[in-house]
């Protein structure tokens, strides 16, 4: 994953997040995915998320892994 589709993905994290009024907390809970990974994830300098990961991601806000990675348009 390079950098520009990591921050792309950073955004979208923050974003659908907040429209959802989650904490990185209450998202970690809800996904499975470890708190301190979220931060990595929506951080300034955001590392690589894995499949797996995206999934329990979308899972958690309820959508579908595509309109996770639409980055480009609304949830």
Sequence with gaps: MNMGTKLKL???L???RKKRGYTQE???E???VDYK???LLEGKNPSGA???TLEK???AFRISLS???NFKGKA
């Design 10 to 12: 950073a955004v979208r």
């Design 14 to 16: 923050r974003e659908l």
């Design 26 to 28: 209450k998202l970690s």
């Design 30 to 32: 809800l996904s499975g």
């Design 37 to 39: 990974h979220i931060q």
């Design 50 to 52: 894995t499949i797996d």
């Design 57 to 59: 991601l979308a899972n």
């Design 67 to 69: 309109k996770l990675l």
